[in-house]
C-alpha cells in the first residue's frame, strides 16, 4: 500500500502541474488572442491620442452613420474614405484642441454667429452649408431655417446642425492659430543686412565636373550593413511611427476569354431579328435578361459616350443596330423615336412632399400633396411672388440656398425624370404640376440653352462574362502557385520557371508593393485590397498567403518584410538610401583617381570632360552651378581665391575640381531693408502649411483601425 501511496502522491502532483498549466496555457491563449480583455485588449478601443481612448463602437457608429448618408450604393471605397477622415478629424481634435487649451484660444458665440451669418461668408461657411453660388446666400434666411430646425427639427436635423455648428467652430480656432503663427515670423535687421552682403558677393571661376553617371552602378556595390548605418545616422529622416510591410504579387487573370466573348455574341445573333419587330421592347428586355432595362427617357449621341455611338444614332428609326462590344458587353440598340431638344434648362420648383426626404416621415398623402400643388399654382397665378411661397410650403431641403431654383438641368442630370422630362420638353414660360416619387412639384421653365437631336432608344446588353471554366483555369494556376512556393525563395523560383514568358499571369514579373495596416489599394490591382492587406499584417516574412480573388483576378502574394515602428530594415530603404550611398562611394573612387588638383586642364583630359568658365557666379546660388552649394561655397571661401582648389568637392551631381580667379562685389537688386522684410514676412505666411503634420508627428498616437476594418 505504501509503494501505492507514493504512486498517488507523485502522480497527483504531476496531475495537478499540468492541470495549472492547460489553464495557463488557455488564459495566456486568449490573453494574446489579440482582443484580450484579462490583459486591458483594445477590442473596444479604436486608437489612443496622446493617451486618450478612442471608442470603438463610437467611431463605428459614426462611420455607419455618414456612409448611410450617402445611399444605399455606397461602395467600399467611401466607407474607407469615411473611416480615415473621421480619424484624421479624431486626431486633429485632439492634437490641435491640446494647443487651443495652452495659448487660451476660444470661440465666442458673437465670433460664431458674426461668420455663420455673414454677408460676406468665407469658403467654409459657404461649404459647410453646401452653398456652391455665393449670390444664393441669404443669411436672414439661415438663420431662420437654424432658428426652426432647433425649435421643431427632428433629431437627425439637430444633429446635422450641431455636426456643421462644430466644424466651423473647429475651423475658426484653426484660422487663429495659423495667424499666430504667421504673424510670428520675424527677420531683424542685422539679418537682413547680412543677406544682403552676401548676395553682393560674386565670383569668377572655372571649374570640371565629373557626373557620378561615368561610372556605371553596377560596378559599385552597397551592403545591408552600410544603409543600416545611414539610417542610424538619419534617424530623424527615416524613422517610422508605424509598422509597414514589402510583399511581392502575381495576379491570375480570371477576365473573360476570347471564346467567352465568342460565346456570348452566338447567344446574342439569333436574337436581333425578335428584338427588330417586337413591338412590345420593355418586356423582350426583361424576357431575355439584358442588362439595361427599358428606360422611356430621351438621350443624347454625347450623354452615353459610346464608341460606336456614330453607328448606332445614324440608323433609322425601328432599326436595330449592332452587335457591339461596348464597355464589357455585347450591345444591340434599336431606335425607336427622335427629335430635337435644349441641351440645359433653367427651373424653378415647390414640392409638395409626401415623405421627409431626410428622415423619410410622412408629409402628406398623395391626395393631400396634388392638392396643395394645385393650390399653390393658383396662388401663384394671382400674382403672389414665387420666392415669398417657396420658403413656405416648399418640402424640398435645398430651398434654403438656391430658392427653388435649378440651373442647367442636363439629360445626365441626378435628378428623377418627371422633373428633367417637364424641364426639357416644354416651351420656356410653361407652368404645371408633375408627380414623381418624392410628390407633387409646381414647376415653372424659365430658361433654356442649345439643342441636339435626341432619341429614344432601347438596350439590349449582355455582359461578357468569364465563363466557369476561364475561373476555374485561374483559380487552379494560383493555388498551384501558392502550393509550390513555401517562402520568398520558393516563390521567386516557381514563378521564373513555371510563370513568367508564359502568359500565365498578368505580367512578366511580379509586383511589388509596400503597405501600411490601413491601406485599402495595391499597385496594379482593380479592386479593393483591403483583405489581402489584412492578412500580409497576420503574416509572417517569408509566408506565402493564399490566393485571394479580387476584380477580375486571383492574387497570390508573399511577405518579403517586416519593418517594425523605428528604422526601417535595409532591405525596406534600399530603394531611398542606395542612390545616396552610391554616389557617396562613387564620388570616393572619383576623388581617389583625381588626387591632388593641380591644373584643370588635365583633370579634364583624363575624364573626357570640359573646362567650364563662369564670370558672375553668386553666393545666393543663382547661376550655373544652381543648387551646388559646397562647391559655390568653396568658391567664396578667402583661402581659395586667386588659385586652385587643391582638394576635389563632392557635389550633388558629380565631383569638381575648381580654379577661384576673383572674387568681388555686385549690386544686390533689391537692398531696401524693410521692403526685404515685408517680402519674406509674405512669403513665410503663403509657405506655411497645416501646424497639424508637425504635431502630429510628436503626438503619441496608437491606430488600432486595423483590427476593424
Not at 216 to 224: E, F, I, N, P, Q
Not at 276 to 298: C, E, G, M, P
Not at 607 to 624: C, E, K, M
Amino acid at each position: 500500500m505504501s509503494v501505492i501511496q507514493k504512486i498517488r502522491d507523485k502522480y497527483a502532483r504531476i496531475a495537478v502541474i499540468a492541470i495549472a498549466l492547460a489553464l495557463l496555457g488557455f488564459i495566456m491563449m486568449d490573453a494574446f488572442a489579440g482582443r484580450s480583455r484579462l490583459f486591458g485588449g483594445n477590442e473596444s478601443t479604436i486608437g489612443k491620442i496622446n493617451g486618450k481612448k478612442i471608442d470603438a463602437q463610437t467611431f463605428q457608429r459614426r462611420v455607419s452613420d455618414i456612409v448611410k448618408r450617402q445611399g444605399p450604393n455606397a461602395q467600399q471605397d467611401v466607407t474607407q474614405q469615411v473611416v480615415n477622415e473621421l480619424w484624421q478629424q479624431e486626431v486633429s481634435d485632439e492634437v490641435m484642441g491640446e494647443q487651443y487649451k495652452e495659448l487660451g484660444l476660444t470661440v465666442s458665440d458673437k465670433e460664431l454667429d458674426a461668420t455663420m451669418f455673414s454677408p460676406t461668408p468665407s469658403q467654409v461657411v459657404l461649404q459647410a452649408f453646401g452653398v456652391q453660388n455665393p449670390q444664393q446666400w441669404d443669411p436672414a434666411q439661415l438663420r431662420q431655417t437654424i432658428n426652426q430646425i432647433k425649435k421643431s427639427g427632428t433629431a437627425e436635423q439637430k444633429q446635422q446642425l450641431t455636426e456643421t455648428v462644430d466644424y466651423l467652430e473647429k475651423q475658426i480656432l484653426m484660422s487663429k492659430y495659423i495667424a499666430l503663427l504667421a504673424n510670428s515670423s520675424y527677420f531683424p535687421k542685422w539679418f537682413l543686412e547680412k543677406r544682403n552682403v552676401d548676395n553682393s558677393q560674386m565670383a569668377k571661376a572655372a571649374y570640371v565636373s565629373v557626373p557620378y553617371t561615368s561610372i556605371a552602378d553596377s560596378t559599385v556595390k552597397v551592403t545591408d550593413a552600410e544603409i543600416e548605418d545611414y539610417l542610424k545616422a538619419h534617424k530623424k529622416d527615416y524613422e517610422q511611427k508605424e509598422e509597414s510591410r514589402s510583399i511581392s504579387y502575381v495576379q491570375f487573370s480570371a477576365a473573360p476569354s476570347s471564346a467567352d466573348s465568342a460565346a456570348v455574341r452566338e447567344k446574342m445573333l439569333p436574337l436581333k431579328d425578335s428584338f427588330q419587330h417586337t413591338s412590345n421592347v420593355k418586356d423582350f428586355l426583361i424576357n431575355n435578361r439584358s442588362l439595361a432595362q427599358y428606360n422611356d427617357s430621351w438621350i443624347s449621341a454625347k450623354d452615353l459616350q459610346l464608341q460606336n455611338s456614330d453607328s448606332i444614332f445614324k440608323a433609322p428609326v425601328g432599326s436595330v443596330s449592332g452587335p457591339f462590344v461596348e464597355q464589357g458587353a455585347y450591345l444591340l440598340v434599336k431606335i425607336l423615336d427622335k427629335k430635337t431638344q435644349p441641351d440645359t434648362a433653367k427651373v424653378r420648383h415647390i414640392l409638395i412632399g409626401l415623405n421627409d426626404p431626410q428622415t423619410g416621415t410622412p408629409l402628406h398623402d398623395s391626395v393631400t400633396a396634388k392638392r396643395i400643388a394645385d393650390s399653390v399654382k393658383n396662388v401663384i397665378a394671382s400674382g403672389v411672388p414665387f420666392d415669398s411661397v417657396v420658403m413656405k410650403v416648399s418640402d424640398d431641403p435645398g430651398k434654403l440656398m438656391n430658392r427653388g431654383v435649378y440651373d442647367s438641368i442636363t439629360r445626365t442630370a441626378q435628378l428623377v425624370p418627371e422633373f428633367k422630362d417637364f424641364a426639357l420638353n416644354n416651351p420656356v414660360g410653361t407652368k404645371g404640376v408633375v408627380k414623381s416619387q418624392f410628390g407633387y412639384h409646381y414647376m415653372e421653365v424659365l430658361n433654356q440653352r442649345g439643342s441636339s437631336p435626341v432619341y429614344k432608344a432601347a438596350f439590349f446588353v449582355l455582359p461578357i462574362e468569364a465563363s466557369a471554366e476561364t475561373q476555374t483555369n485561374a483559380s487552379n494556376a494560383a493555388t498551384m502557385f501558392a502550393g509550390n512556393a513555401k517562402d520568398e525563395k520558393s516563390f521567386k523560383e516557381y514563378f521564373d520557371k513555371n510563370i513568367k514568358g508564359k502568359k500565365v499571369a498578368t505580367t512578366d514579373a511580379p509586383l511589388t508593393a509596400t503597405v501600411r495596416p490601413m491601406e485599402y489599394n495595391l499597385p496594379g490591382v482593380q479592386g479593393s485590397a483591403r483583405e489581402l492587406i489584412r492578412d500580409v499584417f497576420k503574416a509572417s516574412k517569408g509566408d506565402v498567403l493564399n490566393p485571394i480573388s479580387i476584380g477580375s483576378n486571383f492574387i497570390v502574394a508573399v511577405v518579403t518584410d517586416v519593418s517594425e515602428p523605428g528604422l526601417p530594415s535595409a532591405s525596406a530603404a534600399r530603394q531611398m538610401v542606395e542612390p545616396i550611398l552610391l554616389n557617396k562611394k562613387k564620388a570616393d573612387k572619383i576623388k581617389s583617381q583625381i588626387g591632388k588638383v593641380t591644373d584643370l586642364n588635365t583633370i579634364a583630359s583624363k575624364f573626357n570632360q570640359q573646362v567650364q568658365t563662369a564670370d558672375s557666379i553668386r553666393f545666393s546660388g543663382a547661376g550655373p552651378l544652381g543648387f551646388e552649394g559646397k562647391v559655390i561655397g568653396a568658391m567664396f571661401n578667402p583661402a581659395n581665391k586667386g588659385k586652385v582648389c587643391e582638394e576635389p568637392i563632392a557635389g550633388q551631381m558629380g565631383v569638381y575640381a575648381i580654379r577661384v580667379d576673383n572674387t568681388f562685389t555686385g549690386a544686390v537688386e533689391n537692398a531696401n531693408i524693410e521692403q526685404q522684410r515685408q517680402m519674406l514676412e509674405m512669403q513665410s505666411r503663403q509657405q506655411m502649411g497645416s501646424p497639424l503634420e508637425l504635431l502630429q508627428k510628436r503626438a503619441n498616437i496608437k491606430d488600432y483601425r486595423a483590427k476593424f476594418y
